[in-house]
């Protein structure tokens, strides 16, 4: 059986276990095994053994916010297992802790000898994508120092230096090495009769620029304290539907994760902010589209993140123009990374700007979030930046040169910057894939929501009627262009983008969805494109697919061009809503909880595509983040869209 990975999350730090609870550091495959702070790879070994043999799982890992697991030596049935070890291990902001305890199942003194290979190769994510990349690193260098009760391990690269050291109570008798840079700890264990031992490993990571006084905590119960209080924090006041008590559940799994997946920012002062992350195991940092969609979710019930997300995105706003990262003046961040090959500038992902849509989410957000809460000192403070988000949009970002927010591949980065974002990923129904200039139908969406709500921020917060008059006629002028440009009469259906020339990138897919969202379309077209959506090659009993079936581009494994995703589902629930389409409305949100039931009531990033008419259960896509704050977040949009009907 092939080792699952399962996921420790506790904000900016994440490890990935196999069943036994061990590390491997194999490269490839879907997902990381190790433990990693931002971006990079602090534990890339951690494997145990028993008199020199690795023990079976008996109770394998399970998936939560802890990992358990106990394991026996190997044996048969006329031998039963001498000894018993129970492991727990659980992560906290820059550690790892293990609790390890080994039972003695026999009647007389016995004596085991257990060993634990460590190492941590402190590589790159980038490195460990199945992409086939290499990245030269001249003059790197790995030490080794054996400590009292343990050993670190660091890693120099000119001025970049990380370690990680790894403690342990009772220390080891012995530190090994091996032969492979990694090193073994080694004791060995007196039990008495039945009696039983427990050690306690710590591992503390500290990355490059990391100056605070880290603690590790004292075992896996005190990680597991502190993630239940900050849970029950974030959860506290939320009322969840009774009437629905699997929407019910799908909420409470879905604020849980959020309250993991809140990652260290800073604000245009300074100040320091937790924000969304993307999502474990790849994008455990600041996305700007990903943090946006997720506090557009959650801000009926948790406005404190579009607080902190708005700050946080306003600080790292564009101010110039740079070629490898796709910066212009006014642009919001795709991404922000802190690993060493962003460091270095090997990739371009350290402030990354290859995002069209980021931008106007940025405005769609923070008018929101005013018209919610009255919260107008933010919308005070954050006016140069949403003035400069709009000169982006009108601007660079081609409003007003093509009549609509335009796109390159970028070469070094994304091939397309809006939502759906891999390679082929807009395309015409037969798969042909535009060259040049792209527009994508749901960044026009937003352009115009962002449009109309600056508009009205312009004129109750800033009090500039002549502005709020000039972006309200450029939103009238937006939408007429649109229905002329996009819709496809003979499909009675928008087109998926524009290309170049203006021709119409004919694929059926659910980006017309976000046209509800944002209500870019008239209501006849909106109440047609709705129902057009809940039809069977579109709707897979479990969500909307990204693409129909039945056209040549279709395929239920592709990251974009036919799966299913929860949080593009929340988008076009929410619009189904706005249109009046309540039972369609309805449909969709209760086929989005029936997905999450079959999985804990957790959405993951993504689903595939096959129908629930012959799969009745979901099939999980192959690549996707198990956690992931837009997904995470988009219950709470399912129970504002429909409440707990």
């Not at 007389?108 to 994508?129: S, W, Y």
């Not at 260098?141 to 400590?147: A, W």
């Not at 924090?233 to 939320?238: D, I, L």
């Not at 005070?380 to 601007?395: C, I, Q, S």
Request: with cysteine; charged share 20%.
């Amino acid at each position: 059986m092939t080792d699952r990975h399962h996921l420790l999350v506790h904000g900016a730090t994440f490890a990935a276990v196999g069943d036994r609870g061990d590390i491997s550091g194999v490269r490839g495959g879907s997902a990381p095994d190790g433990l990693f702070v931002r971006d990079a790879r602090h534990l890339s070994r951690w494997q145990l053994t028993v008199d020199g043999a690795v023990p079976e799982v008996l109770t394998p890992v399970a998936d939560g916010d802890a990992a358990r697991c106990v394991l026996v030596p190997r044996g048969g049935r006329q031998e039963p297992p001498a000894h018993t070890l129970f492991r727990e291990q659980a992560v906290g902001d820059s550690s790892f802790v293990e609790s390890l305890r080994v039972t003695s199942n026999r009647p007389v003194p016995t004596t085991i000898r257990l060993a634990l290979t460590v190492d941590a190769d402190f590589t790159d994510q980038f490195e460990l994508r199945s992409d086939h990349r290499t990245y030269v690193k001249a003059g790197a260098q790995r030490t080794r120092e054996v400590l009292p009760d343990g050993i670190q391990f660091t890693y120099r690269r000119a001025e970049w230096r990380s370690c990680t050291a790894i403690t342990a109570d009772p220390a080891p008798d012995a530190v090994e090495e091996t032969g492979t840079g990694a090193r073994r700890l080694v004791w060995t264990l007196d039990l008495a009769p039945h009696g039983t031992t427990r050690l306690v490993l710590r591992v503390i990571a500290r990355p490059h620029g990391e100056r605070r006084a880290l603690r590790v905590p004292r075992d896996p119960a005190a990680v597991n304290e502190q993630l239940a209080a900050q849970e029950e924090a974030f959860m506290e006041g939320v009322a969840f539907p009774a009437g629905r008590p699997e929407l019910a559940a799908s909420c409470a799994r879905g604020l849980a994760d959020l309250a993991a997946l809140q990652v260290p920012a800073t604000g245009p002062d300074g100040e320091e902010l937790r924000v969304p992350a993307g999502g474990a195991p790849w994008f455990l940092t600041l996305l700007g589209r990903d943090a946006l969609l997720a506090s557009l979710f959650a801000l009926p019930y948790r406005p404190r993140l579009a607080a902190a997300t708005l700050p946080a995105l306003a600080a790292t706003q564009a101010t110039g123009t740079g070629v490898s990262s796709v910066a212009q003046p006014g642009k919001i961040v795709h991404e922000v990374r802190h690993g060493e090959l962003a460091h270095f500038g090997q990739v371009p992902f350290g402030r990354y700007y290859g995002s069209v849509d980021a931008t106007p989410l940025f405005l769609i957000l923070l008018g929101t979030y005013v018209e919610r809460t009255s919260d107008t000192a933010l919308a005070r403070r954050l006016e140069p930046h949403a003035r400069a988000a709009v000169g982006w949009m009108l601007d660079h970002g081609g409003l007003t040169s093509r009549g609509y927010l335009v796109y390159r591949a970028d070469e070094g980065g994304l091939a397309n910057q809006n939502w759906k974002d891999s390679p082929g990923a807009i395309c015409c129904a037969d798969g042909t894939r535009p060259t040049g200039a792209v527009m994508a139908a749901g960044a026009q969406g937003y352009a115009y929501d962002a449009l109309r709500r600056t508009a009205w921020v312009a004129r109750a917060v800033w009090s500039d009627e002549t502005y709020a008059a000039l972006l309200e006629q450029a939103a009238a002028d937006l939408r007429d262009r649109f229905q002329r440009d996009f819709w496809m009469p003979e499909h009675s259906f928008p087109a998926l983008a524009l290309d170049g020339e203006g021709h119409r990138i004919d694929a059926l897919a659910s980006d017309a969805g976000h046209l509800l969202w944002s209500g870019l379309l008239d209501k006849e077209y909106g109440e047609v494109v709705g129902r057009r959506l809940l039809e069977p090659d579109f709707f897979s009993g479990w969500g909307v697919r990204t693409l129909a079936s039945g056209q040549p581009a279709y395929h239920p494994l592709s990251y974009h061009r036919g799966s299913v995703w929860p949080h593009d589902n929340a988008l076009i629930t929410l619009g189904l809503a706005r249109y009046g389409l309540h039972d369609e409305a309805r449909t969709v949100a209760h086929a989005l909880v029936d997905a999450a039931a079959a999985t804990g009531h957790r959405l993951p990033e993504v689903l595939a595509g096959y129908g629930r008419d012959t799969h009745p259960e979901p099939v999980p896509y192959p690549h996707a983040c198990v956690r992931e704050s837009r997904s995470a977040a988009a219950p709470l949009a399912l129970l504002t869209a429909v409440g707990g009907v």
